[in-house]
């Protein structure tokens, strides 16, 4: 039986992560969640990570954020979640309090459910009792996880040619 856990960055493996970036790239879609873009090298994205995380060297326009990956407990990795602790306006609209992906050869096999709940359990112990996701319209697999958690459609609206869904979730 494979035990899976929600870690994060100290706790990950840079080979497995470096993997998980990889596989994104071999089906040709863009890395999910868009945190972790490496910019640099993996020791160099680490730290600006811990940076986006400490209030108080959070750069300019960013809120206090964190990303966990879903793991095997070996180290493999099978997703990723991007928690953010405030909302600016921008977030408002669009990102929310939470992005998420996991890598395109371990879909449909109820990860992205099992994270979300998983990633709930942080955003309480940070104060955060509701929360924003939103989602483009056409991303279906998004759209049903969301839904399965209990998001409930506030409203939508259209932006460069794509639908947007805000949901809200109790926490």
Known sequence: MIKIKLIGINELDETYFLEYLQAWTTVGESVAPSACLLEGTFTE?????EDILRANSTPEGIVRAE???????NGY???AVNLRYALTEDLLRYG???SFGVR???RKKGYAFIMLKLSFNVLRVHGITRALITSRRDNKAARSV???I???LENSYEQDG???DRYWISL
């Open 162 to 164: 794509d639908v947007i």
């Open 96 to 98: 929310g309090h939470l």
């Open 146 to 148: 969301i839904k399965k």
């Open 104 to 106: 395109p050869d371990a």
């Open 67 to 73: 990303t966990r990956f879903l793991t095997e407990d």
């Open 77 to 79: 990795v099978l997703g």
């Open 150 to 152: 209990g998001g409930q």
């Open 45 to 49: 994205w680490k730290a600006k990570q």
